[in-house]
């Protein structure tokens, strides 16, 4: 059985969704019989590269919000990410494209690397210090998860390597529609939007199991208050 899982690592919901969707894979009896794949979604497609801004700024102006305000909902998911055992720092983080990261995801698939590398790249991105932008850094979590640093260079020298791969993602999920994520499909059968609890992946996983039906999904998808992130961000107010 697959589990396709559509997300960006710019989403801090993505990041809570696959702790608490690998919670619910552990209680599954057939988790030894699933296949993970990650799928490429970018919530800011169109953001230049290399262009690298301070989040909770950009948050601010984006929904002419309060820096406070815009803190303190950084806050409030932080606490979410924390209840499930993750490292979150609410602020100090960096916003860019993630075009790069998923070209990159997609080499480290071919390498069975891809879920360590998302692994390094959502802690990069969402607890550790330094930035998780740039081509230096990547090819170092590119190396960490594996990938000779040679092979991982070229990809991101070239713009053009694994591009058709994630256009193919997004367009997938478009077909699906998905406009938010995280968005997961069981086996083409049963879909999930957004980061709900642990029992209600346990419960898509026991429904979409040896069946082939019409997908259905469970949850709204697209709206930051219900636990995902859509084209308008992920600001809780």
């Not at 040679?150 to 694994?162: F, M, P």
């Not at 193919?168 to 995280?182: I, Q, R, W």
Request: net charge negative.
């Amino acid at each position: 059985m697959r589990v396709e899982i559509w997300s960006d690592i710019a989403c801090p919901w993505c990041y809570i969704g696959k702790a608490r969707f690998e919670q619910g894979l552990a209680g599954f009896e057939h988790r030894d019989a699933v296949e993970v794949v990650h799928r490429s979604f970018e919530l800011d497609p169109h953001r230049e590269p290399g262009k690298v801004e301070p989040v909770i700024p950009l948050i601010a102006a984006k929904y002419g919000a309060t820096v406070t305000q815009v803190a303190r909902s950084e806050e409030r998911i932080a606490e979410h990410a924390r209840a499930e055992g993750l490292d979150y720092r609410a602020g100090g983080r960096d916003h860019g494209s993630t075009f790069d990261m998923h070209r990159l995801l997609h080499l480290a698939k071919e390498h069975g690397a891809q879920s360590r590398l998302l692994e390094l790249l959502y802690r990069a991105n969402f607890a550790d210090e330094q930035s998780a932008f740039g081509d230096e850094r990547l090819l170092e979590l590119a190396v960490q998860a594996g990938l000779e640093r040679e092979e991982a260079q070229r990809v991101l020298a070239d713009r053009t390597a694994y591009a058709d791969a994630v256009r193919e993602d997004e367009a997938a999920a478009g077909a699906l529609g998905a406009t938010g994520v995280p968005f997961f499909v069981v086996d083409g059968a049963v879909g999930v939007s957004g980061a709900q609890p642990p029992e209600v992946f346990r419960a898509a996983l026991d429904e979409a199991w040896g069946k082939k039906a019409r997908l259905t999904v469970v949850g709204p998808g697209g709206d930051a208050g219900d636990g995902s992130c859509g084209p308008d961000g992920c600001f809780i107010v």
